[in-house]
């Protein structure tokens, strides 16, 4: 018989979002809804899915790259880092601002998405290198590592062999740097899943200063950038001087244009980039990326086009400012009932804090009084406890019922 990989052994069992929605299906198979009871029907603020339809510009782009392939002269096979105009013109509209020494081509990476990428991207480093996180964060970052090698079983908060740095509100959601370990690979989300924090540019400037100290690279996880609104806020790592010589970053089309389903992001490594033996990581992430990716799709690709020419950017704008409209609804419902929360003005997702309480069972009583699914923080990680995150993807109808039944939480 086949041997399983012992790091699938390793994993703690069930992933956060089909744990909670296998405790949905209990709830729901316990309390029924009723049809003609609008009020029993079960609402989700739980998860990161998009909710609203792809708009015009970047849905002609997509039909138009699906035609295209029908045609001698507009079909393409494989593009294994990515269609060339696409990786200028998202050098152009991300990269090209006066704090940001422009990347070439060859620095841009398209991929099927930012989580697909962030697997992929352990395979640069191997079992050796040591993995540091934000304490909560986006379980991929952790999941991959186990499987990856990079650390071992689950003891009781966590992973033995991944460090956990706490982001919580006395260190106002930034870590504290002297714990990040020397020569180690620190995933970093800005704006933050969970949390919805946003690092400020003092904050990254720190946080590139440590790294080059401690000779460790960030992998800069930017999927929110899109939702940031504040211009003071750094919407790229490489923003921040010094960020060229120890930061990859991986962005995504997933939550401004609507692409979870169709599968569309990007991943840059700058040539600066050195493993300590002096070679390439931009020459080993092109090869990984022949060897076992391919490339996007290219009907994805002609949609990110789209998106990205003056129209779609407007679109952008337009859907992400939907979902931020989301999250101040729900902000705003958790202040009035004197809930305290952070996130939600530069990011989808709001923090709401219930101070000494197990997160789970604050899971449980939102799903029980409102009918209403949130996320449990400690799902995200140990500084997660007696939090829960709320997410803005949702129709707007849907939000509104939410935040008015949140009101029986605390009565
Ligand atoms: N990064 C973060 C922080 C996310 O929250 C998500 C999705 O929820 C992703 C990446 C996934 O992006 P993609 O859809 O491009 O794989």
Redesign the pocket.
């Known amino acids: 018989m086949i041997k399983r990989n012992p790091q699938l052994a390793a994993l703690k069992a069930g992933y956060l979002f089909p744990e909670i929605a296998r405790r949905r299906r209990e709830f729901a198979a316990a309390h029924p809804e009723d049809p003609s009871k609008p009020e029993t029907r079960i609402i989700s603020l739980g998860v990161?899915n998009t909710t609203e339809p792809i708009l015009p510009c970047t849905t002609a782009g997509l039909v138009e790259g699906a035609k295209k392939l029908g045609t001698a002269e507009g079909y393409s096979g494989y593009q294994d880092e990515g269609l060339p105009e696409l990786r200028e013109k998202i050098a152009e509209v991300f990269y090209k601002n006066d704090a940001i020494k422009a990347f070439n081509i060859e620095e841009i990476f398209i991929s099927d998405?930012?989580?697909?990428d962030?697997g992929r991207l352990q395979l640069l480093f191997g079992r050796e290198t040591r993995v540091a996180v934000q304490d909560p964060s986006?379980p991929?970052y952790v999941d991959g590592s186990v499987l990856a090698g990079a650390a071992n079983g689950w003891i009781g908060t966590g992973y033995e062999g991944i460090v956990y740095l706490p982001c919580t509100q006395e260190n106002n959601f930034f870590p504290d740097l002297s714990l990040l370990p020397e020569n180690s690979v620190l995933y970093f989300?800005s704006p933050n899943?969970p949390t919805g924090a946003v690092a400020t540019r003092d904050q990254l400037t720190r946080l590139v200063e440590a790294a080059r100290n401690k000779g460790c690279l960030i992998v800069f996880?930017a999927?929110?950038s899109e939702y940031i609104r504040d211009p003071d806020l750094p919407k790229t790592i490489f923003e921040i001087s010094g960020a060229k010589e120890c930061a990859i970053e991986?962005n995504?089309?997933?939550?401004p244009a609507g692409f979870?389903g169709v599968?569309l992001?990007w991943t840059v490594v700058p040539k600066e980039l050195r493993y300590q033996t002096g070679e390439s990581i931009n020459t080993d992430w092109a090869r990984i990326a022949g060897t076992i990716f391919n490339g996007a799709s290219n009907i994805a690709q002609a949609g990110g086009l789209a998106a990205l020419s003056v129209e779609g950017q407007k679109e952008i704008r337009q859907l992400s400012d939907f979902y931020l409209q989301n999250a101040a609804l729900i902000r705003s419902a958790l202040q009035k009932l004197g809930i305290a929360c952070i996130g939600g003005d530069n990011s989808p997702y709001i923090w709401a804090c219930f101070p000494g309480r197990d997160s789970w069972e604050v899971f449980a009583e939102i799903l029980e009084k409102c009918r209403v699914v949130t996320t449990p923080g400690a799902g995200f990680g140990p500084s997660g406890q007696s939090f829960i995150r709320f997410s803005a993807f949702g129709h707007r109808a849907d939000v509104e019922a939410a935040c008015q039944r949140l009101i029986h939480f605390v009565n």
Request: net charge positive; hydrophobic share 30%; glycine share 14%.
């Open positions: 990161g998405g930012a989580k697909c962030i986006y991929v989300c899943n996880d999927a929110y991986v995504s089309f997933s939550k979870t599968r992001g």
